[in-house]
């Protein structure tokens, strides 16, 4: 029935036709084209924001499409929900596992979908048990299938999803369902990768399977064909036997570079003095002994991919984690370790990536916000003075340049730029002297943007030092003073960006994959 | 300065040791299923038995101890499905106050004419169901946390039963039922072979029919059951529904047994059975637990507070432990990894 | 993401969302003056000078442990063992006066106070979630009443002095009042003019920013349930100074009241929004409605019946969704 030689021209499983799908002020995708075929293992990649979630959640029925559409085996269908694309043979394997922990792999297998095994209302362990072990004996995995899912490693919990999609869309008689793995890899040692991938290479056979990851490197040697995003449109897809990594990274990352938006003319070089000193710092299982330091008035770009280690680092200097080893000093003096208290004591700020759920009080006006950390230093007599409160809301509001009709508007009423804004200013006011910025113009304008790269600028000048994680590779490039490159949980290399020195993006990329 | 902040990060770090070593215990506590109950109904019955110079262990004590546990048992059962879904049930009381009334003054008495008989299970059954359902409603419709949903709805039918009898204690005449209700086979307590069957048709149900998977997946992780298929909100109101029909069993089973309907007969229910749900290992984080553990929690607290009367301690001084063993339980059973900040 | 179209838009829709919110008191003044005409409608003695004394008086009591309870609501928790607290605290004042005294008072204060710090510690330590935890000091605290005075016990005559800071009178207003405007200013002050006031609200509304900044989480939720220890002692030694006599069973009815009237009043579940005018605005909302009910006639067992249907309600029209996607 199926002429494997002419497996080119077969109808795709699934072919998704100019998919688009806007947010309130984003396109997130723009006229995508994805097409499946028939026992292919394809690789997805692109960067954070280049629209790979959202269209697998398209894909897997969670969001709707605005325009566009999806045909399995040559039909037109729609996906109202999960449920929907489970019965249509399309399944995701998610890198947070959706198996419920407390109970066994089994009934994880089955969740749902027992009445095959029901008689007179009653569940029949035995032939449970006996199908799951035939079930995981197919991807040749051999464990008690009475284990609670909490007590299985990271790897077989992987394998008991696979198994529970590959069962799921023979339930529902697809005889090619099509399998998105999500990340797999990033909890997994070596050898369990190895394992893990042989496993897809021999479900070929019976699937389609769409592999999502941001190690380039695996995604050549083990897909058939590549398919690169890039800010919501398609920019590619190539036949692995034709990628060199490069190409592909500059295809995921680039984009145009325009000189003066980030102020360079503006940027100074680094003072005397140092600030952050950071002295094999390491945190097993996220990120090696690394040493740098931040000097005074330096903005330093930690640049890397997903899964380098950067964003555990800064979580350390803020004391949201606890490193294993190392030290972390600030004006000389050692940090506590772990300790959000002692980071901010000591004179690091943070702004978080997330500022409605971890940098602001939203319910709460700019003046609460904005005051949080020095409180102490507004009173009078021992207690609060409103009107100290309001001299240091309206300073900073001022110096900032945060739009708000008062000082007592809710923050939740603030446009994204002008919440970011408060946030910073919540930092600046207790006098910080090292700022770790983690992405700080996502979700702002243009304007916004401009606006926060200016006070940047000005904060360098007064000598503060800033780590800082951007969007976009240009932007950390253009921001920088100096860049710290981090690869696979390791700091692999150091690289100059005073202005007009500037480095290539291109020469950035391979570094960093 | 680094000495002084030495100091005060190992005082630190022995503070946390507390909650680690908890945790600890907890964990071992959920994996073992029922043997740390079973191992602590032993030393309580050693201690007592010593302490009371082998009383406790007479015939007429073991008999009393069953009789007593039967009930709360019964009610543990029915809130601890709630626990085990995740989030909670404060309304039994409430619950217990109303259904007295109605067996009050539908089964044979002093005041009207009625005599309702047997019927009066099912109507218990009945009416709380119907209160289940309503909590079940306001937990997953409105949104509304079950603590306080609860809460609010043990206030409101206990209002409610006040108001229909109107702190008057109604005998009930009926002598079969009273019999029944108190007699024995081969001495054990008829109320106490039925709190077995109760739970031995829960513990089936939670082990072998689809509902039982719903149960624990809902309690495991309610985003991914969600996400799986399991149709979150019908499942939360049918337990709910189901754990107000059990209060209505045992709020009958407890009147007829007093032989007296008071609409206050609900009060001081709810300690008791929260605190033979925690003893008997429901993790309060939920997904954990079944009707054998809330069986046996309920025959814990019960042994212990027969003890103490026998070995004469101040009634008052007794409720004061049992608050202590509440707290210690949760403490004990609760899985940290889940709790993030504590509310 | 693609170039922000207009970033703006996100959040413009996401302002108008938070307008609809009027602020809750604005309800809570409506409320109280439309249920108070109803109430005068249905007797006409409802707005006597006397009848208005009464109503006063007993929102000053019910003031100071629903503004203490406000604080533990406010910091996302809640304490179920007030009522166990004013029982208690009511016999030991009592018994207390005479071996000790004025002494009475401050031993009282510091017990209340010391018995919310171990709510808290119980909380912020062994992490048991505050609604078991004062479930379970509640009910230590009644017992611990019953076992010190089974049955009430009344001040002798000759103490009677003792307790006139409450029972007298200052420029012919009754000190009951005096007392609950001082523990209203104590409140307002500490929750709007001190960090640590300061901090309970910042995390009520978003606990999480509140660590990653740096707030000490576990010395303030402390200091929250020390504040609702206070409250419930406070007012167990106020309800021994008029009635002159403890009384273990008093205190029950105070957690249900106390919740309502903060609720009712606008302060939400969730934590972070609301304030002591808020509680004031509740505490004569639900001393009315207690009193006016009684006056008008409506059966006094109804009465709970419809105090409970109003903490529900009270919580569905405050409680915040967006912050609890998945609701246990």
New interface residues.
Partial sequence: MNDTSSRASQEPVLALRQITKE??????L?RVDLTIGRNELLGLVGEN?A?KSVLMKIMIGLIQPDGGTIKLHGEQITLKNSSDAIRSGIGMVFQEGSLVPNLSVMENLFLCNEAGFRKLGILSLRSMRAAARELLAQIKLHIDVDLPVAEIGPAERQMVEIARLLWLSKLYGHDNPVLIMDEPTTVLADKERETLFSILQDIRNRASIVLISHRLQEIVENCSRIVVLK???NVTEMPASESRLLKIEQLMVGHSFSADRFHEDEQRTRGEKEILRVENLGKAGWFQPLSFTVGEGEIVGLIGLVGSGKEEVCKCL?G?ERADSGSISLDGKKLPSGS??????AGIG?I?IDRR????????NVA?NVN??V??RLKAGG??SPVRERKNAHHWVSECQIKTPSIAT?C??????N?QKTVIS?WLSSRVRLLILDHPTR????G?KDEIYKLMRRLAKEGIGMLVMCDTLEEDIGLANRMLIMKDGRLVEEIDSSPKKKPDPKDIISLIV | MTTVSDRLSRLASI?EW??AA?AAVGVWLRRTGTVAQILTLVALVGVFAIGTKGKYLSPANIQTILSLAAIPAILAIGLHLTVVL???DLSVQGVASLVAIFVGLLMKNQYNSNDVGLWIIPISLGIGGVAGVINGV???R????????T??????????A??I???VNIQILDERIFKAINGMVFGIPNIAILAVIVAIIMQFIQDRTQFGRYLYAIGGD??VAQQGGVKVEKIKIIVFTIAGIIYGLGAALLACRLGVATSRMGNGL??PT?TAVAVGGVA?T?GLGGAKNAALGALIVTSLNDGMVLMHV?P?????V???V??AA??LT?D?KK?G??? | ???????????????LT??RQIPPVYITVALLVVVGLLFYAGNQNFLTPYNLNTIISFSAILLMVALGQMCTILV??IDLSVGGLVSFISVAFILLLKPIGYLAYPVCIVAGVLAGYINGI??T?????????T???G??L???A??VS?RPVNLSPDLYGLVDIVNGSLFKVSNVLVVGLAVLILFY?VL????TG?NI??IG?????????????VKTRNIAFMLSGLGAALVGITISSVRFGGDPVVGTAYV?SSIAAVVVGGTA?TG??GGVINTVFGSVFMSMLDNGMTVVGI?Q?????????M??IG??LT???EK?P???
Avoid: C
Avoid at chain 1, 340 to 345: F, I, L, M
Avoid at chain 2, 142 to 149: D, G
Avoid at chain 3, 192 to 195: A, I, P, Y
């Fill in positions: 947010f309130p002020g984003v396109v997130a723009d924001g629209g800010d919501g449109k803020a949201l959000p208290s002692g980071a901010v004591r943070h978080p759920s971890e940098g602001l009080a939203l319910m709460m609460d949080l950390l409180l102490n207690l609060l809710l939740a009423n603030l446009s994204g730029g919440q919540k979700g702002v304008d243009v916004a | 503070r507390i909650p908890l995740g989030g909670i306001l937990n997953t409105l949104r509304i946390p079950s603590f306080i949903a809460l609010g709805m043990s206030w409101v039918l206990y209002g409610m006040v108001y009898n109107r702190a309610e985003a709810l300690f929260i309060l939920g101040n008052y001084a007794q409720q004061a049992n608050g202590v509440l707290i949760v403490a609760l940290r709790l900040f504590v509310k | 993401m693609v170039a922000v179209k207009n970033g703006d838009q996100q959040e413009a829709r996401k302002r938070h307008r996302g928790g119980i909380l330590r062994i992490k048991i979630p505050s609604f078991i935890a479930l379970g000091t009910g230590i009644t017992s611990l019953y076992l089974p002050v709007r003019f001190t960090s300061r609200f910042y509304s978003n606990i999480k920013m509140s660590w990653m900044s740096g707030i000490n989480i249900l579940l972070g929004t059966d067992y109804l009465q709970q019946a419809i105090l409970g249907v903490v529900i919580v569905t409680f915040d969704r609890t998945i609701v246990k």
